[in-house]
């Protein structure tokens, strides 16, 4: 489907394509962690046509149109560095809303174009309070709140931190939002190599601290545990962790985890290195040899 997407659209296809998006979304049921993950991927790869506009057009009155065309909307901006109209495309998220109560996927949305935007941090968490009211473990909710927190966007490193500890203390080993703290801890090994100098050069250290050391066997313990993870976006976890065992200059440990991924290679955070496919494969080899 993605591919389909990802393709220039041949005339009358965007009626078969929205009804094939429709049957997945539909598919996922009041699984909200599947939902809000075919709505993420979809939105992405149809975020270079004009198929969410079709869609809205189609069915005016429908929610997930609504909300499919805010995410497109929230991928074009995040590519461009700023939304077209943030006023607008929130407002559809909160008539999507309205509109299906139990669903948290439309302040999902709403939670990433205030992230976006750069929203005061009482509007923030009130819709992030809106969120895991609906669905306390969202994996993409909690991802952009630990990006709004972080030094680089309207928090900083301590806000951050006691984000992180604030998940760990409860967040369930197998829930979507398992891998916020590793997340964090990579994105912070993002942040110490773009610095430069010595600091950069030792920045290996930093998985061998106590926090980031427990973090990585904390994660190597459950993760690659086959059928262990069960959310929807669980290979980008691995991918992840495996990513974070390779900094940690651990690789040949992650073994299992490279098993279970196949060939399903996320662009983040494989990218932070190079070409992801060249650096994924690489690593691989190092490791399964």
């Keep these: 489907m993605r591919r389909q997407l990802n393709s220039p659209a041949m005339p009358g296809q965007h009626g078969i394509q929205i009804d094939q998006i429709e049957r997945l979304l539909h598919g996922a049921g009041t699984d909200w962690d599947r939902r809000a993950h075919r709505f993420a991927v979809l939105a992405e790869a149809a975020a270079h046509s004009a198929l969410s506009r079709s869609w809205r057009m189609r069915r005016p009155s429908g929610a997930d149109p609504q909300v499919f065309e805010a995410w497109v909307e929230l991928c074009r901006g995040r590519w461009a560095g700023r939304m077209e109209d943030a006023p607008a495309t929130a407002e559809c998220c909160r008539r999507a809303a309205a509109a299906v109560p139990d669903d948290p996927t439309p302040w999902v949305v709403l939670l990433g174009i205030l992230r976006l935007t750069r929203a005061e941090s009482r509007e923030v968490f009130a819709v992030w309070h809106e969120v895991t009211a609906r669905d306390p473990w969202n994996r993409e909710a909690h991802l952009h709140m630990l990006r709004y927190l972080s030094p ?23 829930a979507p939002a398992v891998g916020v703290e590793l997340t964090a801890l990579v994105d912070e090994h993002t942040r110490i190599a773009a610095r430069g100098g010595v600091e950069a050069l030792l920045v290996r250290r930093q998985w061998e601290n106590n926090r980031a050391a427990t973090a990585l066997e904390t994660a190597l313990a459950g993760w690659p545990r086959p059928g262990h993870l069960r959310h929807a976006a669980a290979l980008a976890d691995l991918n992840l962790l495996a990513f974070a065992m390779v900094q940690a200059g651990r690789v040949r440990e992650c073994a299992d985890a490279f098993g279970l991924i196949g060939d399903t290679v996320t662009a983040w955070p494989w990218t932070l290195d190079g070409d992801p496919l060249d650096r994924f494969g690489y690593w691989r080899s190092r490791a399964l040899t």
């Design 152 to 174: 680089e966007e309207c928090g900083s490193r301590s806000s951050q931190l006691d984000f992180v500890h604030a998940v760990r203390a409860s967040v369930p080993a197998d």
